[in-house]
């Protein structure tokens, strides 16, 4: 059966990935039981609703325009448990496993200046999902004698990790008065780049400048080239 695996990552230049070689104890958290469930939200913020959501004094009703979407975000529940009823959880103490949980997807790291943003992996509809923890919430409800918990209830919430050039990628915007990241593929050239962002063919030359190409015509597919306004 498979569970549900968070891994710790790392940020580069224009990507986040896991870390090289992870370490299946200080790297990757894998759950012992599965989510009952988890919830996917999705947003979009408008422009033009006036403050707190009313309209503008004067006018009848605000017009919505749209601004952005907004990062996705994923929450669900863990049942973290140190009976010994969970064959696989044998042998896991739960402050230990609650310590470790919070060390990969909480804990500030001095040497980056931030939390790690984290891969999260669970079947077909959950793959390789980077994000970053927003919230994690423990409820013990199990105790030994000695006050030790023996099972703990963890509600995580965490929102999608981007870097600005993979936002850019994503957003893929139309605008010529916006900038653009295009990631080039088979059979692009810079004259139908420019005619399908500027409606201009012959900006061509100024892109080619800016992105510093010697040759137009046949690009090298996957490069990224920017497209910015063209005054």
Same mark, same amino acid.
């Given at each position: 059966?498979? @569970?549900?695996?968070?891994?710790?990552?790392?940020? &580069?230049?224009?990507?986040?990935?896991? %870390?090289?070689?992870?370490?299946?104890?200080?790297?990757?958290?894998?759950?012992?039981?599965?989510?009952?469930?988890?919830? /996917?939200?999705?947003? %979009?913020?408008?422009?033009?609703?006036? /403050?707190?959501?009313?309209?503008?004094?004067?006018?009848?009703?605000?017009?919505?325009?749209?601004?952005?979407?907004?990062?996705?975000?994923?929450?669900?529940?863990?049942?973290?448990?140190?009976?010994?009823?969970?064959?696989?959880?044998?042998?896991?103490?739960?402050?230990?496993?609650?310590?470790?949980?919070?060390?990969?997807?909480?804990?500030?790291?001095?040497?980056?200046?931030?939390?790690?943003?984290?891969? &999260?992996?669970?079947?077909?509809?959950?793959?390789?999902? $980077?994000?970053?923890?927003?919230?994690?919430?423990?409820?013990?409800?199990?105790?030994?004698?000695?006050?030790?918990?023996? $099972?703990?209830?963890? $509600?995580?919430?965490?929102?999608?990790?981007?870097?600005? @050039?993979?936002?850019?990628?994503?957003?893929?915007?139309?605008?010529?008065?916006?900038?653009? &990241?295009?990631?080039?593929?088979?059979?692009?050239?810079?004259? =139908?780049?420019?005619? /399908?962002?500027?409606?201009?063919?012959?900006?061509?030359?100024?892109?080619?400048? &800016?992105?510093?190409?010697?040759?137009?015509?046949?690009?090298?597919? =996957?490069?990224?080239?920017?497209?910015?306004?063209? @005054?």
């Amino acid at each position: 059966m498979a @569970r549900l695996s968070i891994t710790r990552c790392r940020i &580069l230049r224009d990507k986040i990935e896991p %870390v090289p070689n992870p370490s299946p104890i200080k790297d990757i958290f894998e759950v012992t039981i599965n989510p009952e469930s988890y919830s /996917r939200r999705y947003a %979009v913020a408008y422009n033009g609703t006036g /403050r707190a959501g009313h309209a503008p004094i004067g006018q009848a009703a605000a017009a919505a325009e749209f601004a952005r979407t907004e990062a996705e975000r994923i929450s669900f529940d863990l049942v973290i448990d140190g009976t010994g009823v969970v064959e696989a959880a044998r042998g896991k103490p739960v402050s230990d496993e609650i310590a470790r949980l919070r060390d990969i997807t909480y804990t500030y790291q001095g040497e980056d200046h931030e939390p790690n943003p984290v891969e &999260l992996n669970w079947g077909e509809e959950l793959k390789a999902f $980077r994000a970053r923890l927003t919230a994690m919430d423990v409820d013990y409800t199990l105790f030994k004698p000695d006050g030790a918990p023996l $099972r703990a209830k963890v $509600r995580l919430e965490f929102i999608e990790a981007q870097t600005p @050039r993979e936002v850019a990628v994503k957003a893929d915007k139309q605008s010529p008065d916006l900038t653009h &990241l295009v990631r080039v593929r088979a059979g692009d050239t810079l004259p =139908n780049l420019c005619q /399908r962002i500027y409606n201009d063919p012959s900006a061509y030359l100024k892109v080619a400048a &800016l992105n510093g190409l010697d040759g137009f015509r046949a690009l090298e597919p =996957n490069t990224l080239l920017r497209f910015p306004p063209l @005054r």
